[in-house]
């Protein structure tokens, strides 16, 4: 029996990333062939869920995915990782996709479309059960761009904080959009 020091949520974006290298990013009205095309299952809360996991951290993700081909994909990943998969809502949107452009000198511009993870939802009872047995919980700062404004993610971490979880959230990419939340996680 394998016995976990630290047993981790995750609440992140589920994406299918489809990475085009090009030699330059096109403007409007422009076309340009790629020379390379990669298909990644990613988003940060997979990404993280992924590499705790490999880690060997006993770890729980709670996201959404589209009710389609790319979101059993993405879940099937997920659990091919060990990652716990119980609280992933397949829901009738389509399933978050990144399209990234890359340059030779590594340089990217992403258009995403966020799909089933700005649609997430989980109860009051759904948290609970989630956070049953774990003794940390990461927070996607990309969650705040959900339709919810990010209340869930706030009611996340309210929870896990007065469970006594630790709790993290990467900012990265909307701490200068939201002043308002990061202010609120702060305290």
């Given at each position: 029996?394998?016995?976990?020091r630290?047993?981790?949520?995750?609440?992140?974006?589920?994406?299918v990333?489809?990475?085009?290298?090009?030699?330059?990013?096109?403007?409007?009205d422009?076309?340009?062939?790629?020379?390379?095309?990669?298909?990644?299952?990613?988003?940060?809360?997979?990404?993280?869920?992924?590499?705790?996991?490999r880690?060997?951290?006993?770890?729980?993700?709670?996201g959404?995915?589209?009710?389609?081909?790319?979101?059993?994909?993405?879940?099937?990943?997920?659990?091919?990782e060990?990652?716990?998969?119980?609280?992933?809502?397949?829901?009738?949107?389509?399933?978050?996709?990144?399209?990234?452009?890359?340059?030779?000198?590594?340089?990217?511009?992403?258009?995403?479309?966020?799909?089933?993870?700005?649609k997430?939802?989980?109860?009051?009872?759904?948290?609970?059960?989630?956070?049953?047995?774990?003794?940390?919980?990461?927070?996607?700062?990309?969650?705040?761009?959900?339709?919810d404004?990010?209340?869930?993610?706030?009611?996340?971490?309210?929870?896990?904080?007065?469970?006594?979880?630790?709790?993290?959230?990467?900012?990265?990419?909307?701490?200068?959009?939201?002043?308002?939340?990061?202010?609120?996680?702060?305290?």
């Open positions: 029996m394998v016995v976990y630290m047993k981790v949520v995750v609440f992140g974006d589920l994406n990333d489809l990475l085009l290298r090009v030699d330059f990013i096109p403007t409007a422009i076309a340009v062939s790629a020379k390379e095309l990669r298909i990644r299952h990613g988003g940060v809360g997979g990404n993280i869920a992924v590499a705790l996991s880690l060997g951290l006993k770890v729980r993700l709670l959404a995915v589209g009710a389609d081909i790319f979101g059993n994909q993405v879940v099937d990943e997920l659990k091919n060990g990652v716990d998969i119980a609280f992933i809502k397949h829901i009738n949107v389509p399933t978050g996709i990144m399209v990234i452009f890359v340059v030779p000198s590594g340089a990217r511009s992403i258009i995403g479309f966020r799909g089933a993870n700005a997430v939802n989980l109860s009051d009872h759904e948290i609970s059960k989630a956070l049953e047995g774990f003794n940390h919980i990461h927070l996607s700062g990309y969650m705040s761009l959900n339709d404004g990010g209340q869930l993610l706030l009611n996340l971490a309210r929870k896990a904080k007065a469970r006594g979880l630790s709790v993290s959230i990467d900012l990265e990419g909307i701490a200068t959009q939201k002043k308002s939340l990061v202010k609120e996680f702060r305290g």
